[in-house]
């Protein structure tokens, strides 16, 4: 990249989708229209070597996924994802054709919920690629998707099925994205490059007004239960035999399908817990939708934690979700 | 670091200012209260090798920085600064200490705005620690301080003396952060490691209500005046002699101070235009809350561009700002 401002021009979009938008990108930050509405904001950040590597992810996938996991923290709020900034530190080694391509991978996703970038910064480093994204969004009044309001005897839902992603990823570390992969790989593996957040579920559990306990699954279901179960202060079983699975994950062994539906993270898919009573109607809005609500588990009293039942066996599920600094 | 959730609890402030916020770190994202006011947002980034180093900033002061660089863009657009979420990458090589060390320089900015700490995201990396900081802030309704409101015949006027963090930097390269300074060099050092953003002047012009063209400078004041000439395309003159200087400034060669002046940035002032007739009005109730508004120039028609006003000569002022990937 030769200048830092014509490459800005490039990126910044013609026009924009939102009316509430006063001014984007072009002055010292973005001003937008207030609101009657509650407000949702989160800032992710996808670290080249460590979230994705140049052989895991094309840059248009990159840019795709960055946004995707931010999107996805807005859909368990219940929220609607309407703007977003772009922070990106540029090792020397990035040519501004991939660089472009992260912004398209953006943009793309970006089109589907009507989002404009508004802002960000662009910086040169000595280190690997890092993007930061922040994304706003906006919910109904008094709408609080947390994850401490789980209550004893809640079923606990989970929005699709999860693991694929993490068999994506161990197929990708292989074969790399250049690889050959056979169809049904081919979905494991598409689901780790363009997953796609679950705003549709998270909206039509923010308009049911009901108490819902919300996390999107971006650690794997093991981590993000237990945190739901440690917010809400209960104990939370999952019953082995009704998490839901790809027919692609099926094909590997038991094991392996556990080991990335429990702990394999960024599926993107939404988990939480809601009343026995108020889950049919919220269930069948969401089958309207083409979206599938599984029941797997229940809310209990007790130690804050989560049980697995294998249905001859009950053990406990550790959160051993990724952690940054662990050996 | 041995856990991020552990580290992030230790992180996490046990109360909050903001009576709108509803829930900050914790949950997916975070939630706010819907505001009739203009939001305003933005992200900025700073590098460890780019931004500072190690030897030009303590950890403390680096977390100042960060967040100061983010307040100064609220600054610009005449805003109050309410919120902030930050992401960090960080190297194995920081220690847990130095760590706290730029959140608690963050958090002590972040107590004179009652500004809360809200969300972020916490990643490990192998190269340069990376900082990334969005702040959200308000403006009464309809306020639009945009570069693109300059117009003919308006004055130009700068909130304060510009160039000693550029001299501060000199000293820093030559002798880092452990030198030994005279009085005179630790005002210049003290300016670029802990600049204070100029929040109460853009909320003094913001209440005006006057059409007011603003830019916080943080590139150097050639680059933010040719900003504004070229979103408003009008010409600038600045007149050299009105330039304001601090003390400290003036024991340097004239070479150097107009070096650092013009094209130094980082000094987080905001440089404007506005009408004549409007002016006096805004700078007398700065004055009441000890802020120097000064008059640097004129706004003319004509190509648009940037002129310095030498009295003998008239030179043009090209950005020449710093620009991330030039040679």
Redesign the interface.
Known sequence: ?????E?IKTISPASHKQSSL??GI??????????????????????E???FTQSTLTPFQVGHKALAANI???A??G?IPL?Y???I???PSWEEGELSQIYKGMAALAEEYDMDL???????????L?L?V??????E?GR?L???NAEPDDVVFVSGPVGDSAGGLSLLLERSHQGEFSTVEALLVKEHQLPLPHVGAGRILAKSNRRVA???ISDGMASEANEIAE?SSVSITLFHDKLPKSAAIQHYPSKMQDEWMLFGGEDYKLIGTMSPDAFPEVQAACEKAGICLTVIGRVTKGTPGVLLDRGTSIEKLS?AGY????D
């Open positions: 990249m030769k200048d830092e401002f490459w006063i001014q072009g002055d010292d930050a973005a001003l937008i229209k207030g609101s009657a509405l509650d407000q949702i904001v989160c800032l992710d950040t996808m670290v070597g460590v979230h996805s923290d807005i368990a709020m929220g703007f900034l772009v922070s530190s540029i090792p508004i802002g960000g910064d662009t910086v040169s480093t000595k280190g690997p890092v930061s922040t994304v706003l969004g906006q919910v009044q609080k947390l994850r401490s919300l996390n999107d917010a959160k952690n940054h600094f662990s």
